[in-house]
């Protein structure tokens, strides 16, 4: 399979507890994204990646929340004295540059939040 | 700023009946367009895309639809409906130089025997 990636699929968490999620994208993909779902909601976008660099942030992305890509390859997503209110689904995707499908995002399965 | 409004937040067809999903756009720019399907507890897949040239795209699974500038609008059609195509859908929109999607609220397809 050489989809989008993610891990773990669901996590339960105490509020109050770190958490750290995984993104593998497409592998010649230089561009990540992650959003973030609510129920009943679209996706909102959080932040995004070209390669290494974190090119742009959402302000939904308080500073409980970090994300890193340190080698142009996997991405993580840390939230930090997880809230209630995070309880969510977190999607990542990728794309490429350029070329044809440049404009085309693709996703992986998520990581659903459950903060108790 | 861009917004994306999906008309109907539940619609319901008869299998074999035609599917019409609604999205409306605004931006001051045309945006590039897109459909995505979502599955429960599953991520989005996309159905298809409008960018430029054609503004009739037809998508996977029998989807297409039609960018009108004029009505700001992309909706969403399929001539027969099947009970696999219920579902979660998504209009989505970016603008160019931008890269994030922004996403309309969703409308969730319901098809009955």
């Known amino acids: 399979d050489t989809g989008v990636s993610q891990d773990p699929r669901h996590k339960i968490t105490k509020r109050g507890q770190n958490v750290t999620f995984r993104c593998d994208p497409i592998?010649?993909?230089?561009?990540l994204y992650w959003y973030r779902q609510t129920l009943g909601q679209g996706p909102e976008f959080l932040t995004y990646?070209?390669?290494?660099?974190?090119?742009?942030k959402s302000r939904l992305l308080s500073d409980r929340f970090s994300a890193e890509r340190p080698k142009g390859s996997f991405s993580t997503l840390e939230i930090q004295r997880t809230e209630q209110g995070d309880s969510a689904m977190y999607l990542c995707?990728?794309?490429?540059?350029?070329?044809?499908?440049?404009?085309?995002?693709?996703f992986g399965p998520g990581t659903r939040l459950t903060v108790l | 700023a861009q917004s994306v409004t999906q008309l109907g937040s539940h619609v319901s067809v008869s299998e074999g009946a035609l599917v019409l999903l609604r999205c409306n756009y605004s931006?001051?720019?045309?945006?590039?367009l897109f459909w995505y399907v979502q599955y429960p507890n599953q991520g989005l897949q996309l159905l298809l895309k409008?960018?430029?040239?054609?503004?009739l795209v037809k998508g996977i699974n029998g989807f297409e639809a039609e960018f009108k500038k004029s009505e700001t609008s992309f909706h969403l059609t399929k001539p027969s409906a099947h009970m696999s195509d219920a579902a979660e859908y998504f209009c989505?929109?970016?603008?160019?130089?931008?890269?994030?999607?922004?996403f309309g609220t969703g409308t969730r397809l319901l098809v009955s025997p």
């Open positions: 995707a990728s794309s490429i540059i350029r070329g044809r499908g440049r404009n085309e995002q693709f």
């Open positions: 592998s010649e993909h230089n561009r």
């Open positions: 990646f070209q390669n290494e660099a974190q090119l742009e």
């Open positions: 931006s001051s720019v045309p945006p590039y």
């Open positions: 409008y960018t430029t040239g054609a503004t």
């Open positions: 989505a929109v970016i603008h160019t130089g931008f890269q994030k999607l922004v």
